[in-house]
C-alpha cells in the first residue's frame, strides 16, 4: 500500500520528472513519466544495473510479513534481499537519498525478544552506514488506505473492509499514530526534497512531515 501511495504522489508531483517502478508483478498503470521493469530477482539487479543509474531518490517499499515465518528466511527477505539492492544503488548513485519503508516498533538495539523488530533494525543500522547521499527510516503505524489503494495481502484486504467505517473515530483518538497512504507518499518526498532532522520517522514525525 505504502508504494502504491508513493507512486500516486511521484505522478501528481510536477517537480518529479521520471520514475522507475521496479516490481515482481506487472503495476498496469500509464503514465507520461512512469517507466516499470518487472524483475523476479531483486537479490541480483546485475542484468538491470545500467537502467539504475542518474537517480535522486529510491522509495524502498518492498517487504513480507513475519507471520509464521521461520527466523532465518524472514532475515533472508529482509535484510539480505534489502542490502541487495541498496548496495549497488548506493554504487551507482552516491548522491541518491534511501528512503526505507519499515515499521512501528522497529528494534534499533537488534537485541530485543521480537523477532521481526530485530531484523528490521539490523536493516536500518546496515543502511544507515551506506554510502548514500542520505537515508531515512520511515516507521508508520496503522495505514488508512486512500485513492482505491488495496493491500496484496488477502487477511489485510478483509481488516480494511472491516475497519474502513471508524477510520475518522480512530483518526481522531489517534491522530499521531494513523497515517494515510496520502499522507506517508508526501512525506516520503518532501523528505526526498528537503531532508529531516531525524534519520529515523516514527509514525507522528511522517504525518508531520506529510503535512
Not at 537502467?51 to 524472514?74: H, I, K, R
Not at 523477532?115 to 547521499?133: D, H, Q, S, Y
Not at 527510516?137 to 488508512?144: T, V
Not at 499521531?176 to 507522528?204: D, Q, Y
Request: aromatic share 10%; glycine share 8%.
Amino acid at each position: 500500500m505504502v508504494g502504491q501511495g508513493v507512486l500516486r504522489e511521484c505522478l501528481l508531483a510536477p517537480d518529479v520528472e521520471h520514475v522507475l517502478s521496479i516490481v515482481r508483478s506487472p503495476y498496469g498503470q500509464q503514465h507520461a513519466k512512469l517507466r516499470e521493469i518487472v524483475f523476479n530477482n531483486f537479490f541480483d539487479l546485475s542484468s538491470i544495473e545500467p537502467e539504475l543509474s542518474g537517480y535522486d531518490t529510491c522509495f524502498f517499499t518492498l517487504g513480507v510479513s513475519s507471520a509464521g515465518m521461520p527466523e532465518v528466511q524472514y532475515h533472508h527477505l529482509t535484510y539480505d534481499l534489502t542490502l541487495a539492492v541498496a548496495q549497488p544503488l548506493a554504487r551507482l548513485n552516491p548522491n541518491m537519498t534511501f528512503i526505507y519503508v519499515s515499521g512501528a516498533g522497529t528494534d534499533s538495539t537488534e537485541t530485543g525478544r521480537t523477532m521481526w523488530a530485530r531484523v528490521k533494525g539490523k536493516t536500518e543500522n546496515a543502511l544507515l552506514r551506506l554510502p548514500f547521499k542520505a537515508a531515512y527510516m520511515f516507521r508508520p503505524g496503522f495505514i488508512q488506505p486512500l485513492h482505491g489503494i488495496t493491500s496484496k495481502t488477502k487477511v489485510y484486504r478483509i481488516f480494511y473492509a472491516i475497519t474502513t467505517p471508524i477510520f475518522p473515530l480512530l483518526k481522531m483518538l489517534f491522530p499521531k499514530h494513523i497515517a494515510t497512504t496520502e499522507e506517508i507518499g508526501r512525506a516520503m518526498l518532501n523528505v526526498a526534497r528537503h531532508g529531516f532532522p531525524k534519520k529515523i520517522l516514527e509514525a507522528s514525525d511522517i504525518i508531520q512531515a506529510g503535512s
